[in-house]
């Protein structure tokens, strides 16, 4: 089973400033093999906001990009928006279970 | 557009059994497209995977290693909606529990979207 390990376990910004939140899988990924990016506002349950590394899911704001490959993946948000201070997650995900779920990166003002 | 709507006790005592309901509106239970899922979250365990039921000709059911031998996953198709039992429940399955949608072939596991999330709460 797939660990993914992210960081920072938090990271301080303003509004405008760019964040890079980063995850770390345990061992490379196959072909097959994809990282899923999700958003939990408190109270929330989780949004999807990338899937198969790259493709943002439908109403998630272009500001929103993701990239990686291999063991390293990268959520790059461009500017900050203030509804964007949340808690982000990382899942590993192929056409059978079990997922994996990083710890998450808490993204505060 | 396809919404969860979760509903069940949110207190359960412990040895006894957790139920929970997923109703599905813009999708079929019975999709050949589609896998539903249980999902829960806490501080100590993070977001945790349990199991899926999907419609493929046939219906089929996985789950997590973790609760293999308590989980119970089923669907309703006279009312569109599927569920999860949680059986000998103890104090470390309070959680967080969600349902989500997942895709067909490699999409299964990008779950979106998500119920709404219920709150169970195991104690005495």
């Known amino acids: 089973e797939i660990v993914l390990t992210q960081s920072p376990g938090t990271l301080s910004l303003s509004p405008g400033e760019r964040a890079t939140l980063s995850c770390r899988a345990s061992?490379?990924?196959?072909?097959?093999?994809?990282l899923a990016w999700y958003q939990q506002k408190p109270g929330q349950a989780p949004r999807l906001l990338i899937y198969?590394?790259?493709s943002r899911a439908a109403g998630i704001p272009d500001r929103f990009s993701g990239s990686g490959s291999g063991t390293d993946f990268t959520l790059t948000i461009s500017r900050l928006e203030p509804e964007d201070f949340a808690v982000y997650y990382c899942?590993?995900?192929?056409?059978?279970?079990?997922?994996?779920f990083g710890q998450g990166t808490k993204l505060e003002i | 557009q396809v919404q969860l709507q979760q509903s069940g006790p949110g207190l359960v005592k412990p040895s006894q059994t957790l139920s929970l309901t997923c109703a599905i509106s813009?999708?079929?239970?019975?999709?050949?497209?589609?896998?539903w899922n249980w999902i829960r979250q806490s501080p100590s365990r993070g977001l945790e995977w349990l199991g899926r039921?999907?419609?493929?000709?046939?219906?089929?059911?996985d789950s997590a290693v973790s609760v293999k031998s308590r989980i119970s996953i089923n669907p309703d198709t006279s009312k569109n909606q599927f569920s999860l039992q949680l059986i000998s429940v103890t104090p470390e399955d309070t959680a967080v529990y969600y349902c989500?949608?997942?895709?067909?072939?490699?999409?299964?596991?990008?779950?979106?979207?998500w119920g709404q999330g219920t709150l169970v709460t195991v104690s005495s």
């Open positions: 989500a949608r997942g895709g067909a072939g490699y999409n299964s596991g990008r779950f979106d979207p």
């Open positions: 813009g999708d079929s239970v019975s999709s050949n497209s589609a896998i």
């Open positions: 061992q490379s990924f196959s072909s097959s093999t994809y």
């Open positions: 198969g590394t790259f």
């Open positions: 039921t999907y419609y493929r000709s046939k219906w089929y059911n």
């Open positions: 899942q590993e995900y192929d056409d059978s279970p079990p997922y994996s």
